[in-house]
């Protein structure tokens, strides 16, 4: 069946420091491929997405590429900030309902 | 852009009541509504997918007497755990989309403590 697999953390960075939190998945179909962030507390919120191969999606300084031949959709982000300390979930969507698949989630920790 | 809300954020319960969670969609209309459940330090996971004016689709394991899923109107869906007990205690989140071509927007989600 369909799955996301992320890596664990938690990832602890320091400000400024380059960011990589690796996803690959496991589709039938074509799926769409997307990042989500949740803050404490707090629901999710779309980071970025990309609906096909070789598609970048990017926002906010975070950027994740679309990898048919690897599986993966890895997020990456050139210089963190404290305010970007949150749990980071890699999904993919199918089907005519666009069901959801999630990753485990990966918290991120930037200290100052 | 487009907003669900989640109603209430926060529900502490007795162990043996029913407790029932609203999901709205503010600002269109939500043909498909998701609600997914979330154990701490852990991924969401898929409950079911309800469509207006249908009966909903569970997924494997979940218990649909236990979840009872309405989505009577193009804004509304709403999750009531039947006769909760302390293991239902958990984060449930809803989503809600459109049209097939639009993206699911989720709710800030409901934190649910039983006693």
């Known amino acids: 069946g369909d799955s996301v697999t992320q890596m664990e953390g938690p990832v602890t960075l320091s400000e400024e420091a380059f960011l990589t939190i690796n996803c690959t998945y496991t589709?039938?179909?074509?799926?769409?491929l997307f990042w989500y962030v949740q803050y404490p507390g707090e629901g999710l919120q779309l980071l970025l997405k990309?609906?096909?191969?070789?598609d970048k999606g990017s926002n906010k300084g975070f950027e994740a590429t679309y990898r048919k031949e690897t599986t993966s959709f890895h997020l990456e982000k050139g210089s963190v900030q404290v305010s970007d300390s949150a749990v980071y979930f890699c999904?993919?969507?199918?089907?005519?309902?666009?069901?959801?698949?999630f990753g485990s989630g990966t918290k991120l920790n930037v200290k100052p | 852009g487009a907003v669900v809300s989640q109603h209430p954020s926060w529900v502490i319960c007795k162990s043996g009541t029913s407790v029932k969670i609203e999901c709205r969609s503010l600002d269109f209309q939500a043909t498909t509504m998701f609600w997914y459940r979330q154990f701490p330090k852990q991924s969401l996971m898929l409950m079911a997918t309800?469509?207006?004016?249908?009966?909903?689709?569970?997924e494997q394991g979940v218990e649909k007497d236990k979840f009872l899923i309405n989505h009577a109107s193009l804004t509304l869906s709403t999750l009531t755990v039947t006769s909760a007990h302390p293991e239902d205690s958990s984060f449930y989140i809803c989503s809600a989309k459109g049209t097939a071509s639009q993206p699911q927007h989720f709710g800030d989600g409901t934190r649910l403590s039983i006693l």
């Open positions: 309800s469509n207006e004016g249908s009966k909903a689709t569970y």
């Open positions: 999904a993919l969507s199918t089907g005519n309902f666009n069901k959801f698949y």
């Open positions: 990309a609906t096909k191969a070789d």
């Open positions: 589709a039938t179909g074509y799926p769409s």
